[in-house]
C-alpha cells in the first residue's frame, strides 16, 4: 500500500518549485484591473493610471491592453516619455512595427536603436511568455511519476529516470528561462560612453525611445550593448523595460 502521506509530500514539494502565492496574486490583480478598466470606461484616466501602475510596479504584473492604455493616458498627459515605455513593454508582446512608428512619432525620431527581434528572441519570449504553463506542466509529470513508482513497486525503476528528469526539467524551466534585462532611453539628450565615466569617449549622442539590452550594472552605469558593441549609459537616463 503506497504511503498516501509521502505522496502528498511530494506533490506540494513539486508545486512550490512555483510561486506559491500565484493564484491569491491573480485573484487580486483581476479585481484591481477590472476597477481601473471601469475607471478607464468612465474616462477617469488618472485614477485608473494609479492603479495600472500599482499593478506593474509593485505586482510586476500586466497585460498588453493594459500597457496600452497606460501609454494612451501618459500621451494625453504629455507624458511622451513614460508613454514610449509602455509601448515598448507592448512591444514586446506584440513586435509589429506600427508600435515602433508611433514612439517614432512621440520621441520625434525617425530611426530607433535595439527594437530588432531575432527568430531566436521570438521564441526566447514565447517561452517566458509561458513560463509558469511549462514549470506546472514538468511538475506534474514528476508528481505523475512519483505516485506511478509508489502504486507499482515492482516497476519502481522505470519511473526513476523520467522522474529526475522532469524535477530538472521543472527547475530549469523555473530558474534559468529569461529574457535579458532590456530598457528604453527617456532622458534627452543621453551621452553613450565606452567607460563607465564622464571622461570616457563619446560612442553617441541620442535622444529617447531608443532601447538597449543591459549587461550589468556599475555603480551609476548600466553596462549595455549599443550597436553590437559594449557601451556604458547613465541609470538616470533610462528605464527598464
Known amino acids: 500500500m503506497p504511503n498516501l502521506k509521502w505522496i502528498f509530500i511530494v506533490f506540494l514539494s ?9 493564484a491569491d496574486c491573480q485573484a487580486n490583480n483581476l479585481a484591481s484591473l ?4 471601469s475607471l478607464f ?32 493616458i501618459s500621451e494625453g498627459m504629455g507624458e511622451f516619455g513614460q508613454a514610449s515605455l509602455f509601448l515598448s513593454r507592448y512591444y514586446e508582446h506584440n513586435p509589429n512595427p ?12 525617425s530611426r530607433l536603436e535595439g527594437y530588432e ?9 514565447v517561452l517566458v511568455e509561458y513560463k509558469m504553463e511549462i514549470t506546472a506542466f514538468f ?49 534627452s539628450p543621453v551621452l553613450i560612453m565606452d567607460s563607465p565615466s564622464a571622461a570616457g569617449n563619446l560612442v553617441r549622442r541620442v535622444e529617447a525611445g531608443h532601447r538597449v539590452t543591459i ?19 547613465k541609470k538616470s537616463d533610462v528605464s527598464k523595460i
Open 14 to 22: 513539486a508545486i512550490s518549485l512555483l510561486n506559491p502565492h500565484l
Open 34 to 37: 477590472q476597477k481601473a478598466d
Open 41 to 72: 470606461s468612465q474616462k477617469k484616466y488618472k485614477e485608473a493610471l494609479k492603479i495600472y501602475e500599482d499593478i506593474l510596479y509593485e505586482e510586476n504584473t500586466y497585460s498588453p491592453a493594459m500597457l496600452l492604455k497606460m501609454s494612451f
Open 98 to 109: 506600427e508600435v515602433i512608428d508611433k514612439i517614432k512619432s512621440l520621441t520625434n525620431q
Open 117 to 125: 527581434l531575432s527568430d531566436q528572441d521570438r521564441f526566447l519570449s
Open 139 to 187: 511538475a506534474l509529470l514528476l508528481v505523475v511519476c512519483l505516485i506511478m513508482a509508489f502504486i507499482l513497486p515492482g516497476k519502481r525503476s522505470v519511473f526513476v529516470l523520467p522522474a529526475s528528469v522532469f524535477l530538472i526539467l521543472a527547475f530549469v524551466s523555473n530558474n534559468f528561462i529569461h529574457t535579458s534585462e532590456t530598457a528604453i532611453v527617456t532622458g
Open 215 to 233: 549587461s550589468s550594472s556599475q555603480d551609476i552605469w548600466y553596462k549595455i550593448t549599443w550597436e553590437n558593441r559594449e557601451a556604458y549609459i
